[in-house]
């Protein structure tokens, strides 16, 4: 195996599946390798398409308005929402090995989903926004520090939505489905796969902790990295368990015969 930037070192004979897939780090590294331009790609839309809710928000925090910050939040997470399913859906392409170009499944995920995606995106850019508000209101407007509990619970929140928002997003772009039967579904396998979802959930959180307690100098990592990486990082530790309960690249097949498997 040669050196490469998504191929750091030999890790020997690649071992693979009954599929004939890569396994383990190797197929981490070879789905990087191929696809990592797309994600680039995908990343930078969905980074346009937050735009208005970081406008929107950013100005309701400057003007320390809540009623500002609801309407705004809304509002921009709404239009991010779509993007943000075009980020899920290019990513599990990659995973499960879809044909096509990048340009052809964009347009087509974000056809077939964004009128699914706006509630969702409504609701994460409500979260997403009182959140940051609040921790603005914990961390660095008020004179007293908070605390070791309510940090924990803001932390936790944080976990929670990681975790929510990890396992709902993929049914939205793969499945039709009810909202009620999404939740249902994500309890189920949270139940089911609880470590591996807190250790997906634990990783994102410390990802963007990161980001944030490293501003502003992380700011420049957001175009590249920051939006489309951890995603595919998280995703990929979830992916197996995923097509073990949801059967996705079978159900897959059956509706769409023209995405093949591909074999290594």
Known sequence: MAFSLFRPFNTGEPQRDSRGRLTGIDRY???????WKRFFLSGLVTLAGF???????????LSSSILVLLPAAMIGGAVAGPFVACLYDGILRALRDAPGSWRGNFRRAFRQNWR??????????????????????????????????TICVYLFSWLLFFAISTLYWPQLVLF??????????????T???????????????????LMV????????????????????????????????AFRLEEQIAEQFPDQPVRRD
């Open 29 to 35: 590294q070879d789905v990087l390798g191929r696809c």
């Open 51 to 61: 735009v208005p809710f970081a406008l929107g928000v950013g100005y309701a925090i």
């Open 116 to 149: 699914g995606a706006l509630l969702p995106g409504a609701l994460t850019g409500l979260f997403v926004g009182a959140a940051a508000f609040a921790g603005m209101m914990l961390f660095a407007w008020s004179s007293v520090w908070p605390t070791a509990g």
């Open 176 to 189: 039709e489905q009810s909202n009620l039967v999404r939740l249902r579904n994500l309890l189920l396998f």
């Open 191 to 209: 139940l089911k796969y609880f470590w591996r979802v807190l250790g997906a959930s634990a990783l994102q959180l410390v990802f963007w902790l």
């Open 213 to 244: 307690l490293f501003a502003p100098w992380t700011l420049l990592l957001l175009p590249f990295v920051a939006v489309w990486f951890i995603q595919y990082a998280v995703l990929f530790l979830l992916y197996d368990k995923l097509e073990e």
